[in-house]
């Protein structure tokens, strides 16, 4: 499903230049849950912007369901990434003066869904995380994790195949950053491909593949 064959990123930092992605080769297959270890400046979350074709290497390929990225249009990847790819990111990136039914509800409407259909995949996707009860609250009116999961609903109600989590516990103490992780284990056994990214070790020994990253350079880890 995914592969990136020597895929190089650099930015500059002032007078320097810093390999964020340096000759990163690494294949996901469809159904896997991977997670991507590193420290923080390793490239981690350049590797998932990547991925999510939210940005391009600057040389090397990465190849989506066989499809070379660099070569989509900017609509062909608008496209992927709201049929194909759910996100979730460190800071739950909700709208503050929206309910969680109408943060959940957002990628549907960008789709061109209609009402009542919306009505019935938002109270679907909020069941499902646990939260329907909860739809009239505002961000601020919840826990982190209660956003968390609004968060998770928002990238499942489109049914995407591949969950990118960029350290989604990273704002989360353990224990409700271990209720995520139950969500993120139950997305994988209904066969969605995940890649979970973060700094934490205690996270990605849950899932079932590590690979790591330091100094963009990604390696597996053979436990
Ligand atoms: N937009 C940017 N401009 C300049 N440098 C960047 C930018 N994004 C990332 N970097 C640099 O690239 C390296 C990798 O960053 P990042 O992928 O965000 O790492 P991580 O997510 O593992 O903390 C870091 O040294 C960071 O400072
Ligand atoms: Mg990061």
Not at 97 to 118: C, D, F, K, S
Not at 197 to 205: E, F
Request: charged share 25%; proline share 3%; glycine share 10%.
């Amino acid at each position: 499903m995914i592969r990136f064959e020597n895929v190089c990123k650099t930015y500059q930092m002032g007078d320097e230049k810093v390999k964020a992605l340096d000759h990163a080769s690494l294949q996901i297959g469809e159904g896997e849950f991977v997670s991507v270890i590193g420290p923080s400046g390793s490239g981690k979350s350049t590797l998932m912007n990547i991925m999510g074709c939210l940005d391009v290497p600057d040389s090397g390929s990465y190849f989506l369901d066989g499809k070379l990225v660099g070569q989509c249009s900017e609509a062909e990847l608008t496209r992927i990434r709201s049929r194909k790819i759910g996100f979730v990111f460190q800071n739950f990136n909700l709208i503050s003066r929206m309910t969680a039914e109408e943060n959940v509800g957002l990628p549907l409407i960008y789709q061109g869904v209609r009402q009542p259909e919306i009505k019935r995949r938002v109270w679907d996707a909020l069941d499902r995380v646990r939260l329907l009860e909860r739809r009239g609250h505002k961000p601020a009116q919840m826990s982190g994790g209660q956003q968390q999961r609004v968060a998770i609903a928002r990238a499942l109600v489109t049914e995407p195949v591949l969950f990118l989590a960029d350290e989604p516990t990273g704002n989360l103490d353990s224990r409700t950053g271990g209720e995520i992780m139950e969500m993120f284990h139950q997305l994988h056994e209904q066969g969605n491909t995940i890649v979970l990214i973060t700094h934490d070790q205690q996270i990605s020994l849950q899932a079932k593949r590590q690979i790591s990253i330091y100094d963009g350079k990604v390696k597996e880890v053979w436990e």
